[in-house]
């Protein structure tokens, strides 16, 4: 099965003075459920950065989705955004917008219609349970509820990878089991690799996951 | 609410650019009219001894229009009465020729010198009378309005220009966030900066076409028929399509110069 996230010799840095991550290799395969654990302050976020191409690559290769992230320009990365789906611990939802507006963005920049876009925001929703929420605005939801927003959202063009940085950070313990069900059963129909950096893994997760340990800049697989 | 006052913001200072513009655009256009005026009016007068070579006048002074001889016999007659008949014909014979010298454009006092002089070593001309001192005083006036309203639309347009990339800043800030958000999914830069385009666009429009309106009733607030007669310089000189459609581009292309500047540099930072 071909790799859909490969990292060789992989090197991040903010400053191009200290490595965050060094020489680190790593691959994902399609249709993996994988975890990127350690402490705070590890590399995880920088290491999910540099996966959708908010962060440069210092030195080494990485191929996402097939993009080789290691000469980037805007237009490449806007192309590798549009395969993939990315949660945020902080939601990063727009406020402006109504729920179902939010869940439309990625259909939107993908150049549906208008009436396609809301069709499929509206079947998200209801996979979130969220339709009787569609007119309401971000900050008139609870922190679980936007969580749930932003899942339609990454969900909503059917991306080959969803990257998930730590999407239960803020939450509390039922509003994070609410999610990792729904990740499970992404991952269970739609078939999507799943990329979830975050602290702590569910105990109760019932299902096959791989998982790895960012520490001192090093990726280890944890078997 | 705070959407219309983030517009009135914009808003008033491309207004007041645009209006300044169209103010200066308007005082340039009458002080023209009444330079081409005055021009047609303005008269030399060039006294020689005898019949001066129209042509030979001409390349000397190339900016002359035309070259006419003043006729004596309407004055002399107005004498017949007072005087003999052979001193009519001495009078007749002895005047020297008078011509009048109307220029193609109003000179400057500068100008007026240098034609004065060139005439002057013309050797058959005795005297040129340039009526510098009425002439003066009319231009000094119409050189000094006009500066000032230069210096005025040049003042107030740097002024406006920095308060609506202030404007911009304080926009594409309240815009950040979203348009962060959009890139984060793939968005382009111009789906991402779209909504902003399309607010600086409208009020571009809107504020050219309140400018036109405001020039087009400006009889209302400045007595422009009591400057026409008592001046002679008509203001009346504004047409609303032709200069509110000039408005807007100016108005279009300071907008989109603005918020495109504003864009790139947020991006760099």
Known sequence: MSNIIEARNLSLSYDKKELVIKDANFSVKAKDFVFITGKSGSGKSTFIKSLYGELHVHSGSLNVCGFDLRDVNTQKVNLLRKHTGVIFQDYKLINEWNVEKNVMLPLMIAGYSKQVCKIQAHKLLKHVKLSHKAEKFPLELSGGEQQRVAMARALAHNPILIIADEPTGNLDDYSSQVIWNLLKSVRQHIGSTILIATHRIPKTLGMDYKQYFLQDGAIHEVS | ?269
């Open chain 2, 1 to 269: 609410m705070k959407s219309l006052k983030n517009h009135i913001s914009f808003l008033i200072p491309l207004f007041t650019l645009l209006f300044s513009i169209q103010f200066s655009t308007m005082l340039s256009r009458g002080i023209v009219n009444y330079e081409s005026k005055l021009a047609g009016e303005y008269t030399i007068v060039v006294v020689s001894s005898s019949i001066i070579d129209r042509e030979a006048i001409a390349q000397i002074v190339p900016s002359i229009d035309t070259i006419k001889e003043v006729n004596k016999d309407k004055y002399i007659d107005k004498l017949k009465d007072n005087m003999s008949q052979s001193d009519i014909v001495y009078l007749r014979a002895t005047l020297p020729k008078f011509y009048s010298i109307k220029l193609k454009h109003l000179p400057t006092t500068d100008k007026l010198q240098e034609i004065s002089t060139a005439l002057k070593e013309y050797p058959k001309v005795q005297k040129v009378e340039t009526f510098k001192a009425t002439f003066n005083k009319l231009h000094q006036f119409l050189r000094l309005a006009k500066s000032a309203s230069i210096i005025f639309t040049v003042f107030i347009s740097i002024i406006s220009f920095l308060l609506i990339m202030k404007q911009m800043e304080i926009w594409t800030l309240q815009h950040k966030k979203r348009m962060y958000i959009m890139g984060l999914f793939g968005a382009p830069y111009w789906m991402k900066s779209a909504s902003l385009y399309k607010s600086v666009v409208l009020d571009a429009i809107i504020a050219a076409i309140a400018v036109g309106f405001m020039f087009l009733n400006i009889q209302y607030f400045v007595d422009l028929a009591s400057i026409r007669d008592d001046l002679g310089i008509d203001l009346s000189n504004f047409h609303f399509f032709v200069d509110t459609f000039k408005l807007t581009l100016i108005s279009l292309a300071l907008s989109i110069i603005s918020v495109t500047f504003t864009l790139i540099r947020q991006d760099n930072s």
